[in-house]
């Protein structure tokens, strides 16, 4: 591995809102850690780093325009990464994905009107639509077991009233890690385009894609659907520059660009961060090889996490990770309540998870789903070593010592020889075993040191 994927910084008090949110609340411990704001724990890519470094010894911080090469760096991007053969003069600059949807549901829209979303879906879209006085049109997806689909017919049916005027799509989909396919697209597209309904199409997590799955942007399904939506892009999940507060919204059609522009002017002068420029061009010249070692781990993080659940916890079902960082579980067969669970990760297991219930209302009683953050392995195995430690004493009753070295298998041995009669080994598995001392209400947790 090239890059330093595994040490991670202290960002407590230094500003996080992930950090500071959870520790302003009095009711969560110190120990407890958050898995909410969906940022990563990884350090930055060094070439964004270093070039950033650059950038400041050469340069001052005076006000900022946009740039000729970062505007060819994301266009680029686009291009090589999506097929996504954008021209520069589309490209609208917003302070966020979350702004951009905003601003496209103020100029688009009017009070009333209907706006359609694909749901559980990520919650500030909701709120794009209720505090503007638009109409919430959901549809909400199927559960098909792995993953989650679009129920046509109702799709079909709400499209057609006639105050219904937008479909906000997240594709990848957050919460449920799906990517839509070419036809599904195509299905969507045609569905709008033949009851004059806008797509603003939310593909911030189209660069975080697992191997053996690709993204397809609405932008190429076809010269119809681009022409009648706007594709708002970033460069801030994937290599984990949200601070930076710069995103880059696609839109083809003029007079649609126009508006958009008009409605973003009447809050103050727009403007971004000469940093924010820079650090996204230097992401996107530079940052592809970062990208993919991430994107390994978080599939091999995915895989650790899946395996646990499956052995210890069967009856949670996991949807299918096709894309994100961002694992959505399913915990309705333990029967607790949304507070009950809550109170059990933050109190018992420590850690603060964005609950599934505030993804959607319709999930909100009995679908108690939360998210995993998949960002670094460390993280991954305190993520899942807390669950087990969370339900276990429900389980079982029994202490469980949690133990680290370097390497299990030796260990494993050693332990063995040791406690022989004394102890039961359970399954060795490539990063932990499980311990029992036999005539002891007493477990070890034997941990490679990799993942403590
Ligand atoms: C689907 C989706 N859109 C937008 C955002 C936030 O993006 P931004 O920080 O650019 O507003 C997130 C963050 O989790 C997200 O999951």
Sequence with gaps: MKYDLENINARFGIGSKKWQEMKNNPLVDEKVIPFSVADMEFKLAPEITEGLKKFIDEN??????????YRESVCKWQQKHHDFTVDEKWLVETHSVVNAFFTAVKAFTQKGDGVMLFTPVYYPMYKAIEINQRKLVEIPLINNGMTYDIDWDLFTKKAKAIDTKMLILCSPHNPCGRIWTREELTKISEICLANDILVVADEIHADLIMPGFKHVSYGTISKEALEHSIICTAPS??????????????????????????????????????LSYEACRLAYEYG????????????????????????????????????????????RAFNLTNEELEMRNRQKACLYFDEGYIFGKTFYVRAIHRRFFLCSLKSCYHQFIQIRNNFVDNMKKKVFITAYADDVCYLFKVLRSILSSNAIVGKEKHFYIIVKITNSDKYFILVHRHFA
């Design 60 to 69: 001052i911080l005076g006000y900022a325009g946009t740039n000729k090469k």
């Design 237 to 274: 999940k994937t290599f984990n520059l949200a601070g930076m507060q710069l995103s880059n919204v696609f839109i083809a059609n003029e007079n649609y660009r126009n508006l958009f522009k008009a409605e973003q002017a009447t809050d103050a002068d727009f403007a971004c961060s000469i």
């Design 288 to 331: 592809e090889e970062w990208l993919t070692e991430v994107i390994n781990i978080i599939d091999t993080n995915k895989k650790i996490i899946m395996d646990f659940m499956q052995e210890y916890f069967p009856q949670v079902k996991i949807t299918q990770l096709q894309a994100t960082y961002l694992l959505w579980l399913d915990f």
